[in-house]
C-alpha cells in the first residue's frame, strides 16, 4: 500500500537543479498561463515564473502607461466641463414629459424641475476650452487635454457602472482594465506590482474591490491597493528583531527548501510561490522608496498641495507620478465623493460638491504639469472620468421638493478627458442642448477601453482570455466597440 | 480561425468527444454552437428581429421577415442556414461582422446545423434540468485499482484518455490531506505515527476526523462564504450586528451530521416548521445575513426588498447552482426562465417580518446557556399563544359589533398641520412634525364602549411604493373641566420650577465629581406633572394582526411604540380602544382623545396617520370582554411567562420570522427588475421548466422541501460537486455557481449523476457519508507528485490521474499556524473574536466601534470566528482570497501573490505564532537536531531527512552568529540568540510551500 519514500526519490533523480532552473524558464512556466482557461488559448503566452515580464503589444503603442484618475460617485458634467447655456435658460421649469418617458433613475420620482448650471463657465487656452469656475487651475493644462463630451454607459447605479467602466461587465467577476493591461504588458519594474491602486475620498468605491479584480484572468494581475498612510503595502515592513540580512538569510533557506519541493512535486505553483517570495523581498525596499514623498523637493509637493501623512488626492496624484516613473503599468486612483444627489449638505452642489473640487483641481493640474514638464506626458495616458453623468433636472427625491440642490444619475451623457499617451488635444463628441444624451459623435465605456487599449499599442478584439466557452475581452464580445480614432494624435 | 480553432479545442478538452459517425444530439453538439454564437443576440432579453433560440417554439416560429428561422427537416427553407452562409459582404449574413471577432461560423459548425435540422430539429433540455439518471457503473480495464465505483468512472476516463492513475501516496501526504479536508488542521507527528507503524488504519483515522468537533468548524467555513455571513451590517455604515448563533448552529449541525435536506429546511424556513424548536429558528439567521441599510433617508422598503431579492438569487447559487438572478430584470438571456418565474418564486420569500430596520427586528433572544434553550421555547410558544388568544377575543368580538360612525368630530393638531373632517373621516395635510399630537374633540352626549380606529393608506393604487408606516404611540382621553385645566396649569408651573431647581443642582454636583476625577452621582428624578385634567385611559387594544416589531397594546403607554403598521403601511388596519367602563359624557363637558405619534428616525421619519375614521359602539359585551375574569387570567400569565424570559441571561440572534397569515404581502412583477414599476400581481410558485411546489400553503418552507425533492435535478448534483471541488481542487462542473448552458459541462457527466442519487438515496444526505467516500477513494489516495509529461496532458488536473494539490484557504493557513505553533485555541462559538490586525485597518466612520485584541485564548482562536466586518475583512484573510461577504460566494479562486509572503513573513499574528513554535523547539531535549527535526514533522507533515536538516541547521547557525555579533538587533526580538535564531527558522517553516499547501 504504501509506497516507500526511497523509491519515490528514485524514481524522480533525474529532476536535478539544472532541470529546475530551465524548466523554470521555459515549458513548465509557459504551460501555467496557457491553461489557466477552459477552451482555446490566451491571445498572450506568459512565463509562470515572470509573470510581469514585459511584453510587447499588437502594434507600436502611443502610450505606455496609464493613470486613471476614477472620480466615483460620478461628478456632474453640468458644473465642469458640459457648457449648456439652454440649461439656464429652461432653470425652474417643469421638465418636460418626452424626457421622462422610458426613463429610469436611481431617486427621481414624478415630474422633476429642470436645473440650469449652477457655476458660471469661460473659455481657455489655445483650444477656446469651457470650463466652470469650480477649476481655476486645470485652465492652465486645457491645451493638453481631449475633452470627450459624449460619453455614455448602460448603467445608472454607482457599482455596475463603476465595473462597466473598469470591467466592461456589470457584474463582479471580471478582470479590470489594470488586469487586461498588466496581462498583456507586463511591468517593467519587477520590484513592484504592475498595477497599483490608490484610494482617496473616504471611501471604497462602490464596487469595492471587484473595479481592480483579476476576474478570471490569473490573480497575479489583480491591482494591489496601497495606503498613503502607515505601511504603504500592510505587512511591508519586517517585524522587529528582523533585520533585511536576516531576512535574506531565512529566504535564502526557503528558496532552497521550496526549489527542493518543486524538483520532488513538480508542482508549477511551486514556481510561482519561489518567484512571489523574492518579489517581496525586492519589494520591501523599492516600495518604500517608491511610497515615500517626503523625498520630493518642497516645491513639488506644493504644486501638488500634498498634506503629509493624508489620505488625500494629492498625496496620490503625486504617487501615481512617483509610480509611473518607476515602470508601474497601470495605476488606478479611486476619490470618492461625487454623489451630489442634494439629499443632504455633503452631498449638495453648493457645498459638498465644491470641496470635491477643491480636492481635485489642483491635484491633477499638477500631475499634467509634472508629466509635461519631465518629458512623460507622451508617452503616459492620464484619463479622468465618472461612472456615469447627472441628470439635467434636479432631483426630487421620493416626489418631493428638495433642500438641497443635486442631480440625478445619468448614465446618457457625461464627460472624461484624457491627456497626453497619444492623444489628440482638444473635444470630441456633443451632448444634446440639455446635457442628458449624448448625440453626436457618441463614445460608450466600451469605445473608451477599445480607444485606450489602441493608445497601448492593442487591438482590443486580440486581447483575449478564454473564459466560459467565450474568447473574453475587456470591451465585453456582447457589446459592440470601436476604437475613437477621431481623438488619436 | 479563433473561433474554429477554440471550438476544436474546446470539443477535444470536454468529455463529450464528437464522433463522426453518431447523430447529432442536441445538448452536446447544437446548443454550444448556439450560446456561443446566437443567443447574446437572439436569446432571452434580446430577441434581434424577433428571433430567439431558446425554446424551439421560437427557433421554429418566424422573425420579424417573415421567414421561417428553422424548419425541421428541410435545412434549405431554414434562414438560420441561410444567412451563416451568406458571404461576409453581406450585412445579412450571420453572425454580424461588427459582432464578436466578426468571424463567421466555421464549416463544421455549419454541418451540425445542418445535420441537426435535416434529422428534424429535434430539441433537448439543457442537461442540468433533467434529473440526474440512474448510471451502471462502468467497466474498467484495470482491475486492481478502483475501490469503489466513484473510482471506476474516474480510472474509465484515464483509460479513454490513454493515461494511468497515479501510485498512491505516501501515507502523511495523503493525512496531511484528509486532516485539512475534514478539519482544516494539520496532523500531529503523534497522528502521522500512528498511521505509518499500522497502529491506524486510514479508515480509522477518517471516522476519528469525522468526529472531532474540528469538523463542524472546518466545514462551516465554506457555508459562511455561501451565506454571506458577517459581523456588521454592510452598507455604508456597517454597524455591528448579531447573527453569530446562527454560525454557532451551523457547527453543531455539522458536527451532528444533520442530513442535508433537513439542514436545507432548517435554514430556509426552520421557524416554519411544526413545532419549531429554538435552534430551528436560529437555523433561519442562514438568509438574515443580508445587509440592512441604516443610512438616513434610505427606503426601507427599497433595502427590505433589496435583501429579498439577494436571498432569491442566493437560494438559487447555493442549492440550484443557477444564474437565476439574471432573471429579476428581464427573461434569462440564456436558460429558459421567463421574468415572471422570478417573482413567482420571489412571493414565496415577501411575506417575512424583517424590514431593513436598524434594530434588525425580528430579533430572538437566545440563552447564552444552551442548557435553558427547551425553557426558551416553553416560554415563547406559551406567550405567542397567550398573546394571540388575547388578542382574538377582541378580533372575534370586533366582527360581531355594529359600529357608528362618531360623526361632529373636530381635530387640532399643529399650526402647520390642516385636518380635513367628513363626518367620521379625517384627513391630515401639511406638514405633521415628528412626535405630533392630534387633539380630536368628541361630540357632546357621546356614549360607548369601545371606540374603533381605522387607517387607511392615503392612495389605494397597488401599484405605487408602499407609503410610510402609521403608529399610535399614545392615545388617551381627558374630560377638560375649564377650573381642573386652570389649577393644573398653576401646579405644573410650580413643578416644573421644583424641576428645573433640580436639574441645576445636578449639573453643579456633576461638575464638582469631574473636578475630583469622579463619576457623576445619579440624577434626581424630576417630580411627575399633574394628572389634574381627568384623564381616562383605556385599558385595552385589539388589533386586525399582531404582525410588526410592536405591541399594539403599547399604545396604552406614552413613550413607546405602538398599534399600527411598520415601517410601512401596506393596506388598511383596524385598532378598537376599550375602556374599563361604558363612556357616557354628559351635555356641557368637554371629551378630547388625544393620539400622540412616537415612532419617528432620520431613516424613516415620523410615522404619522394621514388617513383614519373613528367609530364607536355601545355594544355592552366589549365591558364585559376587558373585565372578564379570563383576560385577568390570561393577562397574569401572560406578565408571568414574559418575566421568566427576560430573567433568562441571553444574547440577539437574526432569525427570520413570517408574518402572519392575516398580513401577508402582496407580490408584484417589477417591470425591469425596478422596485419602482410593479406590474401584475404574480402567484407564488417555481419556474415552469421545474417540477411545481408541494402541495399546501405556498411560503418558504414548501419552498424547502421543493428543493430537496428527489425531483428537483439540480440541489444533489450542485452539492456533491461542491463538496467534489473543495476536496478535489476543482468541481466535476467548474463553474460550481452555474450549471446552466453558460456555465461549463461537466467533466464526468455520468459520475456526477451517480454521485447525486448516491447522496440523496443511500447517504442519506450525509456530508460525513460523501466525505468518507471521497477521502477514501483511490482516486483522492493517489499520490499528487506529477511528471512533466502529466502535467502537460493535464495541467489542471481535471481528468486525476494523480492527487490533488492545492493551496489552503485563508483560515487554515491561519489555523495551521496556530496549531503547530500550539497556541490555538480549543474554544468553540460565542461572540466574534479580534485577533492582531494592523492599526487603522478599521477605518471606521459612522460609529465609535473598536477593533481591541485581547490577552485571552480570544487571541488564538480558529479563523472562523474572527470578526468580520463587510467594508473592512480581515486582512489577511482578503489577501488569501477570502470573500467581504457581501454577496454569496460560491468560490474562492486561489491565488498566488507577492503580498501573500509579506503576510505570513511580516504579519504580527504570524510572527507570534513563530515565535511560540521556537519557545515549543527550545524546550525539547536532545539538541539542536532534535529541534529541528521535531518542528519539521510538525509544521510539514513529513519526516526530515539529511538535506533538510543540514539546511535548517546552517539557516540556524547562521541567524545565530547575526544575534551574537548585535546584541541590539537581538534586543528587539524580546529573548536569546537560541531562541531568536529558532524564531527565525520557525518563521521559514511557516513560509514553505509545502506548509501553505495540502
Same mark, same amino acid.
Given at each position: 500500500m504504501n509506497l516507500p519514500r526511497e523509491a519515490w526519490n528514485a524514481h524522480h533523480q533525474h529532476v536535478t537543479r539544472r532541470h529546475f532552473l530551465r524548466d523554470c524558464t521555459s515549458g513548465l512556466g509557459a504551460l501555467w498561463l496557457s491553461l489557466q482557461g477552459q477552451a482555446g488559448t490566451p491571445s498572450v503566452g506568459r512565463d509562470a515564473a515572470r509573470p510581469f515580464a514585459s511584453m510587447a503589444p499588437h502594434f507600436a503603442p502611443r502610450a505606455k502607461r496609464v493613470i486613471f484618475l476614477h472620480m466615483a460617485g460620478a461628478p456632474s458634467h453640468l458644473e465642469l466641463y458640459d457648457h449648456k447655456p439652454e440649461l439656464s435658460r429652461f432653470d425652474g421649469k417643469t421638465c418636460p414629459q418626452s424626457y421622462l418617458d422610458g426613463k429610469r433613475f436611481a431617486f427621481i420620482q414624478g415630474i422633476p424641475k429642470l436645473l440650469g448650471p449652477q457655476f458660471p463657465f469661460a473659455q481657455h487656452g489655445q483650444t477656446g476650452a469651457w470650463l466652470s469656475d469650480r477649476l481655476p487651475h486645470f485652465r492652465q493644462v486645457v491645451d493638453n487635454v481631449c475633452f470627450i463630451k459624449s460619453l455614455h454607459t448602460d448603467q445608472f447605479n454607482h457599482a455596475p457602472a463603476q465595473l462597466a467602466m473598469h470591467t466592461g461587465f456589470a457584474t463582479p467577476g471580471y478582470p479590470s482594465m489594470g488586469s487586461w493591461v498588466t496581462y498583456g504588458l507586463g511591468s517593467s519594474n519587477a520590484e513592484l506590482p504592475g498595477f497599483i491602486v490608490l484610494l482617496s475620498g473616504g471611501k471604497t468605491p462602490d464596487s469595492g474591490k471587484s473595479a481592480w479584480g483579476p476576474g478570471f484572468l490569473p490573480s497575479v494581475y489583480q491591482g494591489v491597493q496601497c495606503r498613503s498612510k502607515g505601511d504603504p503595502v500592510l505587512y511591508l515592513g519586517n517585524p522587529s528583531g528582523v533585520s533585511r540580512d536576516l531576512r535574506r538569510l531565512s529566504l535564502d533557506a526557503l528558496d532552497d527548501l521550496n526549489r527542493r519541493t518543486y524538483q520532488q512535486v513538480g508542482d508549477p505553483e511551486t514556481l510561482t510561490r519561489i518567484s512571489q517570495y523574492e518579489t517581496a523581498f525586492q519589494m520591501q525596499v523599492s516600495a518604500s522608496e517608491a511610497f515615500d514623498i517626503g523625498r520630493e523637493p518642497e516645491v513639488v509637493k506644493a504644486a501638488y498641495g500634498v498634506k503629509s501623512g493624508e489620505e488625500s488626492f494629492g498625496n496620490n496624484c503625486l504617487l501615481a507620478r512617483r509610480l509611473a516613473e518607476r515602470g508601474v503599468r497601470y495605476i488606478q486612483l479611486f476619490h470618492w465623493g461625487w454623489d451630489s444627489h442634494g439629499a443632504n449638505e455633503r452631498e449638495a452642489l453648493h457645498s459638498g460638491f465644491k470641496r470635491q473640487c477643491l480636492d481635485v483641481d489642483q491635484a491633477m493640474t499638477a500631475l499634467l504639469l509634472d508629466l509635461k514638464q519631465r518629458g512623460m506626458l507622451e508617452d503616459t495616458l492620464v484619463v479622468w472620468a465618472g461612472e456615469f453623468g447627472r441628470t439635467p433636472m434636479k432631483e426630487n427625491r421620493g416626489g418631493e421638493v428638495m433642500e438641497w440642490a443635486g442631480r440625478d444619475h445619468n448614465p446618457g451623457a457625461f464627460t472624461v478627458w484624457l491627456a497626453g499617451g497619444g492623444v489628440k488635444p482638444g473635444f470630441y463628441g456633443q451632448s444634446d442642448d440639455l446635457g442628458y444624451e449624448a448625440v453626436v459623435d457618441r463614445v460608450s465605456v466600451h469605445d473608451l477601453k477599445a480607444t485606450m487599449l489602441h493608445l497601448l499599442g492593442f487591438d482590443h478584439r486580440r486581447l483575449t482570455y478564454p473564459f466560459q466557452g467565450l474568447d473574453q475581452r475587456v470591451t465585453n464580445v456582447t457589446k459592440p466597440s470601436e476604437v475613437v480614432t477621431g481623438i488619436l494624435a | 480561425m479563433g473561433l474554429l480553432r477554440s471550438s476544436l479545442?474546446?470539443?477535444? @478538452?470536454?468529455?463529450? !468527444? &464528437?464522433?463522426?459517425?453518431?447523430? $447529432? +444530439?442536441?445538448? /452536446?453538439? $447544437?446548443r454550444p454552437i448556439l450560446s456561443r454564437h446566437c443567443t447574446s443576440c437572439h436569446g432571452g432579453v434580446k430577441q434581434a428581429s424577433g428571433v430567439s433560440f431558446l425554446q424551439r417554439e421560437k427557433a421554429l416560429g418566424s422573425g420579424k421577415s417573415g421567414k421561417p428561422v428553422v424548419v425541421a427537416g428541410r435545412p434549405e427553407a431554414s434562414e438560420l442556414l441561410r444567412r451563416v452562409l451568406l458571404p461576409d459582404t453581406d450585412e445579412d449574413r450571420m453572425p454580424p461582422t461588427d459582432h464578436g471577432d466578426g468571424q463567421r461560423l466555421a464549416s463544421a459548425e455549419v454541418e451540425i446545423l445542418r445535420s441537426w435540422i435535416s434529422a428534424g430539429a429535434i430539441w433537448g433540455e439543457h442537461w442540468a434540468f433533467i434529473k440526474p439518471q440512474p448510471q451502471a457503473v462502468p467497466t474498467v480495464q484495470r482491475q486492481d485499482w478502483a475501490r469503489g465505483p466513484l473510482d471506476r468512472f474516474i480510472l474509465r476516463r484515464l483509460e479513454e484518455e490513454t493515461l494511468s492513475p497515479s501510485l498512491e501516496a505516501p501515507v502523511a501526504q495523503w493525512l496531511r490531506r484528509a486532516s485539512f479536508d475534514l478539519i482544516g488542521l494539520p496532523p500531529t507527528p503523534e497522528e502521522i505515527e500512528r498511521l505509518t507503524q499500522g497502529m491506524e488504519t486510514p479508515e480509522e483515522a477518517v471516522e476519528r476526523l469525522l468526529a472531532s468537533p474540528r469538523f463542524g468548524e472546518r466545514w462551516a467555513a465554506p457555508w459562511l462564504d455561501l451565506a454571506r455571513y458577517a459581523d456588521t451590517q454592510g452598507y455604508e455604515k456597517d454597524n455591528t450586528r448579531e447573527v453569530w448563533p446562527w454560525r454557532d448552529w451551523l457547527v453543531r449541525s455539522l458536527n451532528a451530521d444533520l442530513p442535508f435536506d433537513q439542514?436545507?429546511?432548517?435554514?430556509?424556513?426552520?421557524d416554519l416548521l411544526p413545532d419549531a424548536t429554538l435552534e430551528d429558528r436560529i437555523a433561519t439567521g442562514f438568509h438574515r445575513n443580508t445587509q440592512t441599510n441604516t443610512e438616513g433617508g434610505t427606503d426601507d422598503e427599497e433595502y427590505r426588498l433589496a435583501a429579498v431579492i439577494d436571498r432569491v438569487n442566493t437560494t438559487w447559487t447555493v442549492w440550484q447552482g443557477t444564474t437565476f438572478g439574471c432573471v429579476q430584470c428581464h427573461a434569462h438571456p440564456y436558460d429558459p426562465f421567463p421574468q415572471e418565474d422570478y417573482y413567482r418564486f420571489l412571493s414565496l420569500w415577501n411575506s417575512t417580518e424583517d424590514a431593513d430596520l436598524a434594530d434588525e427586528h425580528p430579533v430572538l433572544r437566545v440563552p447564552k446557556d444552551p442548557d435553558r434553550f427547551q425553557d426558551i421555547e416553553r416560554l415563547d410558544h406559551e406567550i405567542l399563544g397567550l398573546r394571540t388568544e388575547l388578542n382574538d377575543s377582541g378580533r372575534s368580538l370586533v366582527r360581531q359589533t355594529l359600529w357608528q360612525p362618531l360623526d361632529g368630530i373636530s381635530v387640532t393638531g399643529s399650526d402647520e398641520t390642516r385636518f380635513v373632517v367628513a363626518t367620521n373621516r379625517v384627513r391630515v395635510e401639511g406638514t405633521v412634525p415628528n412626535g405630533a399630537t392630534f387633539v380630536i374633540r368628541l361630540p357632546d352626549a357621546t356614549e360607548f364602549t369601545a371606540l374603533r380606529l381605522d387607517i387607511l393608506p392615503r392612495q389605494s393604487d397597488p401599484k405605487r411604493l408602499p407609503e410610510n408606516g402609521a403608529v399610535v404611540g399614545h392615545l388617551w382621553m381627558e374630560d377638560e373641566d375649564p377650573i381642573r385645566v386652570a389649577a393644573a396649569k398653576v401646579e405644573a408651573e410650580r413643578i416644573n420650577a421644583d424641576n428645573e431647581a433640580l436639574a441645576a443642582e445636578d449639573a453643579k454636583a456633576a461638575e464638582e465629581a469631574k473636578k475630583a476625577g469622579k463619576e457623576a452621582p445619579r440624577k434626581q428624578d424630576p417630580k411627575p406633572l399633574p394628572t389634574g385634567l381627568d384623564r381616562i385611559e383605556f385599558v385595552a387594544v385589539y388589533a386586525d394582526t399582531l404582525s410588526g416589531p410592536f405591541d399594539p397594546e403599547e399604545s396604552l403607554k406614552p413613550g413607546r411604540a405602538g398599534g399600527g403598521s411598520f415601517p410601512k403601511l401596506f393596506g388598511p388596519r383596524w385598532l378598537v380602544f376599550v375602556p374599563k367602563q361604558p363612556i357616557r359624557v354628559t351635555s356641557g363637558h368637554t371629551l378630547r382623545l388625544r393620539l400622540k405619534h412616537e415612532i419617528f428616525d432620520a431613516e424613516t421619519k415620523g410615522s404619522i396617520l394621514h388617513h383614519f375614521t373613528l367609530s364607536t359602539t355601545s355594544d355592552p359585551r366589549w365591558t364585559g370582554l376587558v373585565g372578564s375574569e379570563r383576560r385577568q387570567e390570561l393577562q397574569d400569565r401572560l406578565a408571568k411567562a414574559r418575566r421568566e424570559r427576560e430573567a433568562i441571561p441571553a444574547t440577539g440572534a437574526l432569525v427570520m420570522r413570517e408574518r402572519p397569515d392575516d398580513d401577508r404581502r402582496e407580490t408584484r412583477l417589477f417591470v425591469r427588475g425596478n422596485f419602482m414599476a410593479k406590474d401584475v400581481v404574480v402567484s407564488p410558485g417555481t419556474p415552469r421548466v421545474f417540477p411545481p411546489l408541494p402541495p399546501g400553503r405556498p411560503d418558504r418552507l414548501s419552498a424547502g422541501r421543493w428543493l430537496v425533492d428527489p425531483g428537483n435535478p439540480l440541489m444533489a448534483r450542485v452539492f456533491v460537486n461542491r463538496v467534489w471541488a473543495d476536496v478535489f481542487g476543482a468541481g466535476i462542473v467548474e463553474?460550481?455557481?452555474?450549471? !446552466?448552458s453558460t456555465g461549463q459541462p461537466p467533466s464526468h457527466p455520468e459520475l456526477l449523476d451517480f454521485l447525486a442519487l448516491r447522496f440523496q438515496g443511500d447517504l442519506g444526505w450525509s456530508l460525513k457519508g460523501l466525505l468518507r467516500e471521497y477521502v477514501l477513494s483511490s482516486t483522492y489516495r493517489q499520490d499528487h507528485r506529477v511528471t512533466p509529461g502529466l502535467l502537460a496532458r493535464d495541467p489542471r488536473n481535471r481528468l486525476l490521474a494523480r492527487g490533488p494539490r492545492t493551496r489552503l484557504t485563508a483560515e487554515m493557513i491561519r489555523d495551521q499556524a496556530l496549531a503547530v505553533s500550539g497556541l490555538l485555541s480549543a474554544k468553540m462559538g460565542g461572540a466574534p473574536v479580534m485577533p492582531q490586525q494592523p492599526e487603522g485597518v478599521w477605518q471606521v466612520v459612522y460609529n465609535g466601534s473598536q477593533w481591541v485584541t485581547p490577552d485571552t485564548e480570544d487571541r488564538h482562536r480558529r479563523g472562523l470566528y474572527t470578526f468580520w466586518r463587510r467594508t473592512s475583512p480581515? *486582512?489577511?484573510?482578503? %489577501?488569501?482570497? =477570502?470573500?467581504?461577504?457581501?454577496?454569496? %460566494?460560491?468560490?474562492?479562486i486561489p491565488t498566488s501573490t507577492p503580498l501573500q509572503a509579506l503576510v505570513t513573513l511580516n504579519d504580527p499574528a504570524y510572527m507570534e505564532c513563530a515565535k511560540a513554535l521556537a519557545s515549543r523547539m527550545e524546550? &525539547?531535549?536532545? !539538541?539542536?537536531?532534535r /529541534?529541528?527535526?521535531? =518542528?519539521?514533522?510538525?509544521?510539514?507533515g513529513t519526516p526530515i531527512d539529511a538535506d533538510i536538516l543540514g539546511r535548517l541547521e546552517s539557516l540556524h547557525r547562521n541567524a545565530l552568529a547575526r544575534y551574537e555579533? +548585535? *546584541?541590539?538587533?537581538?534586543?528587539? %526580538?524580546? !529573548?536569546?540568540?537560541?531562541? =531568536?535564531?529558532? @524564531? $527565525? @527558522? =520557525?518563521? %521559514?517553516?511557516?513560509?514553505?510551500?509545502?506548509?501553505l499547501t495540502k
Open positions: - | 479545442r474546446l470539443l477535444a @478538452v470536454l468529455p463529450l !468527444g &464528437l464522433a463522426t459517425a453518431t447523430p $447529432v +444530439d442536441f445538448n /452536446r453538439d $447544437v439542514l436545507t429546511i432548517r435554514m430556509l424556513a426552520g463553474t460550481l455557481e452555474d450549471f !446552466g480581515y *486582512p489577511s484573510f482578503l %489577501t488569501f482570497d =477570502a470573500s467581504s461577504r457581501e454577496m454569496c %460566494t460560491p468560490r474562492r524546550t &525539547l531535549e536532545g !539538541g539542536r537536531t /529541534r529541528l527535526g521535531w =518542528a519539521w514533522q510538525r509544521v510539514t555579533e +548585535d *546584541p541590539g538587533l537581538l534586543k528587539e %526580538t524580546g !529573548g536569546g540568540a537560541d531562541w =531568536a535564531a529558532s @524564531v $527565525v @527558522v =520557525a518563521s %521559514t517553516l511557516l513560509n514553505l510551500d509545502e506548509t
